[in-house]
């Protein structure tokens, strides 16, 4: 069983930035690929970006270019930063472990982007 715990989250002004993290329980962080999606009210969860266990990421084409993910696999931790924010990234932003046999998501963390 993998729990994933996000943090980060907040209100910033339009062209700011923010760090989100999420941090795995148990064992094994280094097999799954990690990812970061986002869900706007009445609108459907997407895709921002993932990064493989060999560190291969992909990027939503909305965030290419402002948005960063990393991950630290000796404190279990995957990030994403985020620069250049904009309304439309206002959404839930929720972290994802998955491997081939099974999926795990996190609670979820808000970011607000408004001034």
């Known amino acids: 069983q993998v729990q994933l715990v996000e943090s980060g989250g907040g209100l910033v002004q339009p062209g700011g930035s923010l760090r989100l993290a999420c941090t795995a329980s148990?064992?094994?962080?280094?097999?799954?690929?990690m990812g970061w999606y986002r869900q706007a009210p009445g609108k459907q969860r997407e895709l921002v970006a993932t990064?493989?266990?060999?560190?291969?990421?992909n990027y939503a084409d909305s965030v290419k270019g402002r948005f960063t993910i990393s991950r630290d696999n000796a404190e279990n931790t995957v990030y994403l930063q985020m620069n250049s924010l904009k309304p439309e990234d206002t959404a839930v932003y929720y972290c994802?472990?998955?491997?081939?046999?099974?999926?795990?998501w996190g609670q979820g963390t808000q970011v607000t982007v408004s001034s």
């Open positions: 994802k472990a998955s491997s081939p046999f099974r999926s795990y």
């Open positions: 990064t493989t266990s060999s560190g291969s990421t």
């Open positions: 148990g064992r094994n962080f280094v097999m799954f690929t």
